[in-house]
């Protein structure tokens, strides 16, 4: 009787701890498929700007002026020089390498600029004493470039849909100088002289360099918008040969050396791709 009770119990358990497994079994959810690091993402992009520019002028030469530095050192004052703002717009076509690295190429217009500025030789100046002559020359032009860059960028990461990032450009620039304007005025043996130059319209290439600074923000997976700080070097402007105001006298062209400019832009980026995104599988109890 007592081997009947015990086959009894031990059956029971086994019953028992076989439904506790199959129970276990049912309820615990399925392993998750591997799934590796989604890979870095690249594709094409275009992207277009607007901005304005605050330009500077480094100095202004001509073979008088030069002249006149060299014979009578600190004789010529400069007064003024410099650029009324103008905007500025660019195109571009650019590929994104990774999460963290882009570049582009980009052609850009760069509106008309006045520049203005004066030079004096005044009264107690080395020249003025030697040549008993004072006066002031006056300058008026306009300006404007067309600028070709290659650009890469860093994209320092994301936060908030928004990314921080710095670049650096190198290309050419097409500087235009028109309507150069010298206006002076100055007293030879007491008597007052008119003296009034005409610059020829011209252009010229220089090599052009950039540095970038900025905020990006995402608005969709494919557009996004930047925000940016650029300093860029545009080389020299010259005009034409320079002609009196009666076009007796011709003389050679004044240069307009080191002009830069801080610029700030907001442009448009439009990826031509979207990247992959890794979604986990639904997971269900039950």
Not at 233 to 262: E, H, M, Y
Request: proline share 5%; with cysteine.
């Amino acid at each position: 009787m007592r081997s009947v009770k015990f086959f009894v119990v031990a059956g029971a358990a086994t019953l028992l701890s076989s439904m506790a497994s199959a129970a276990d079994l049912a309820i615990a959810p399925p392993p998750l498929p591997y799934a590796p690091p989604m890979a870095d993402f690249g594709g094409w992009y275009l992207r277009g700007d607007i901005g304005m520019t605050n330009q500077q002028l480094g100095s202004l030469h001509s073979n008088l002026i030069d002249a006149e530095n060299a014979n009578f050192p600190g004789s010529l004052q400069n007064h003024g020089f410099g650029f009324d703002s103008s905007t500025s717009f660019d195109i571009g076509v650019g590929y994104q390498f990774n999460s963290w690295f882009r570049a582009d190429i980009t052609g850009e217009w760069r509106g008309k600029a006045n520049f203005h500025g004066s030079q004096s030789n005044p009264a107690g100046s080395a020249f003025a004493l030697a040549n008993n002559q004072v006066g002031v020359d006056n300058y008026t032009a306009s300006k404007s470039e067309a600028v070709f860059m290659a650009n890469a960028y860093v994209d320092l990461g994301t936060w908030w849909c928004v990314t921080p990032f710095i670049g650096a450009g190198i290309g050419t620039s097409y500087n235009q100088i028109s309507g150069f304007r010298d206006d002076g005025f100055t007293f030879t043996s007491g008597a007052l002289s008119n003296s009034t130059f005409y610059g020829d319209d011209a252009g010229k290439w220089n090599l052009a360099w950039a540095v970038y600074a900025g905020l990006s923000y995402q608005v969709t997976q494919n557009v996004a918008i930047e925000l940016a700080y650029r300093y860029i070097s545009l080389g020299n402007g010259t005009t034409g040969a320079t002609r009196s105001f009666d076009g007796l006298t011709v003389a050679d062209p004044f240069v307009l050396k080191n002009i830069t400019s801080n610029d700030v832009k907001i442009g448009v980026r439009w990826n031509l791709w979207s990247p992959p995104v890794y979604a986990p599988p639904l997971v269900t109890k039950g």
